[in-house]
């Protein structure tokens, strides 16, 4: 990777660096370098010494300014998939909202945190199913999430036998437009709107198989259900049939996919809050998700339709309307006419009136039915004379999330190595947090960079420090300067050997 890295960036490298050791030294901002060891902090990086803040921000604007992240981007995921580092049968997509407290104007998305409409952009990683991230992308605004599934599913068809990987998405992705412009491609979502009496009620000889999933049993039923929108186009889909047997809650669940089994398609939607709304949430608690080493806002926004005002005034105003029209037909069934004696109708000036007003009444709103026909029911910004929106420039955080891939992925991979010596999963990631972190020192030569850790006080945690150290230097580890990295264990810094 770092081999990879140094063709894009070049003297640059020990930016992204930089970042990841951010991540790995919980540093969510270069604002916080005042609290580092810069000379250590630089010799790990490659450098003899760190440089201060004004010269790091000035080589962050260098490394901007070379437009490499997202060609970066395209080769790590390249790399990994190649490399056996991740998995691409199946992926967990789902988005995390980025807000923006600034003055520019710009599109918003959701944020779950505030619970309202913010500017920002969203970002939409795939985790695969051991939590490994294996693609990511930046939209403005709420984002796009076909698009998204669209690009992730293109860029690893071709390392996946030319298969595209099945894709397990909440029901944001529901629609029947959605499904049609994913066709091409395998996705699982929940159905959306489904009637859980009915389906409550579906008797238990109709669910053939079961799966095992945590500590529960469900029982499944699978059918091909047609879904069709209000323009009457009609998709169809697989539809999974999902019962609890302990609460006999019933769900549904649709995909497009042909290849998997009944049990896969369900199993792959149960797991889906573990491989994805978990991964964001331990993600957000480790490193500053929302963190942009520059922001930068000069270009416009691609996307500048709204929605048209004139639009929605007419649309306001054919509902008064059909109100007016409701009221007066109301008030014309109370006044029912009266017969003369030899069977006409009496003259009643007051309900003439009415279906006066109720002839009126029903033209205007052909009127106003046929000026909405006419009427575009989205105007761009250019054409009404508003202030264009601004979008944010993603080089930056590009880089920011490479390396927050970087770390995280090989977090996952340490703490697997870890499992080999500590046998517990309860332990493994506070262990290995507590190696990490762990204090120590640093003696750099001619040819090798030398950390000692100072041995955990535990006896078990401090034998799998000492085995884990020893298997990082089996992999001869080199940095970006030529020297090779290598670790030990030990209280007395003067007794640090090569």
Not at 71 to 90: C, E, N, P, T
Not at 280 to 296: A, I, Q
């Amino acid at each position: 990777i770092l081999n990879q890295l140094s063709a894009f960036v070049g003297e640059y490298l020990w930016v992204p660096l930089m970042f990841v050791m951010m991540h790995v030294n919980k540093i969510g901002s270069t604002e916080q370098f005042k609290t580092l060891y810069t000379k250590e902090f630089g010799q790990i990086i490659g450098l003899k010494k760190l440089s201060n803040l004004v010269k790091v921000r000035q080589y962050i604007r260098a490394l901007v300014e070379q437009k490499q992240a997202l060609q970066a981007k395209r080769q790590f995921i390249k790399l990994q998939a190649l490399g056996g580092a991740v998995s691409l049968w199946r992926l967990f997509v789902d988005g995390h909202f980025v807000p923006y407290s600034g003055a520019a104007k710009l599109h918003k998305g959701y944020s779950t945190q505030r619970d309202l409409m913010m500017p920002g952009q969203t970002e939409f990683f795939a985790h695969d199913s051991t939590c490994n991230i294996v693609y990511f992308d930046i939209h403005e605004g709420k984002g796009d999430m076909v698009k998204s599934i669209q690009h992730v599913s293109h860029q690893l068809t071709p390392y996946n036998d030319d298969t595209p990987p099945l894709v397990v998405v909440d029901r944001e992705l529901w629609g029947v437009d959605k499904f049609i412009e994913l066709s091409a491609y395998r996705f699982v979502t929940w159905e959306k709107h489904c009637d859980k009496t009915a389906l409550k009620q579906l008797p238990d000889s109709y669910f053939t198989t079961s799966l095992e999933f945590g500590k529960n049993t469900y029982l499944l039923f699978e059918e091909n259900k047609a879904y069709t929108n209000t323009k009457g186009t009609t998709i169809e889909l697989r539809r999974v049939i999902v019962r609890n047997t302990q609460t006999t809650e019933t769900i549904a669940v649709v995909s497009n996919d042909t290849m998997e089994t009944t049990q896969v398609i369900a199993e792959s939607m149960l797991n889906r809050w573990g491989r994805s709304e978990n991964s964001f949430k331990h993600m957000g608690r480790r490193t500053n998700m929302h963190y942009n080493p520059k922001w930068h806002i000069h270009q416009d926004s691609q996307e500048q339709s709204v929605y048209n005002p004139e639009h929605s005034k007419l649309k306001k105003q054919l509902k008064q309307k059909k109100d007016v029209l409701a009221k007066i037909t109301k008030e014309l069934g109370k006044k029912e006419p009266v017969l003369k004696k030899d069977g006409t109708p009496r003259k009643s000036p007051a309900r003439d009136k009415k279906i006066a007003q109720k002839k009126q009444c029903e033209q205007d709103i052909e009127v106003l039915k046929q000026q909405l026909k006419d009427c575009p029911e989205r105007v761009n910004l250019t054409d009404i004379g508003e202030p264009l929106y601004k979008s944010i420039d993603t080089e930056a955080k590009n880089w920011w999330n490479i390396a927050e891939m970087l770390f995280w992925n090989s977090r996952k991979k340490l703490s697997r190595l870890l499992f080999q010596y500590l046998p517990d999963n309860r332990d493994l990631l506070p262990v290995l947090d507590a190696i990490t972190h762990a204090k120590g020192w640093v003696k750099s030569t001619n040819t090798m960079l030398i950390i000692r850790l100072e041995p955990l006080e535990v006896r078990r945690y401090r034998d799998a420090q000492i085995q884990l150290c020893r298997y990082l230097n089996s992999m001869n580890i080199k940095l970006p300067n030529g020297k090779l990295l290598n670790y030990d264990v030990g209280n007395n810094p003067n007794s640090v050997k090569k």
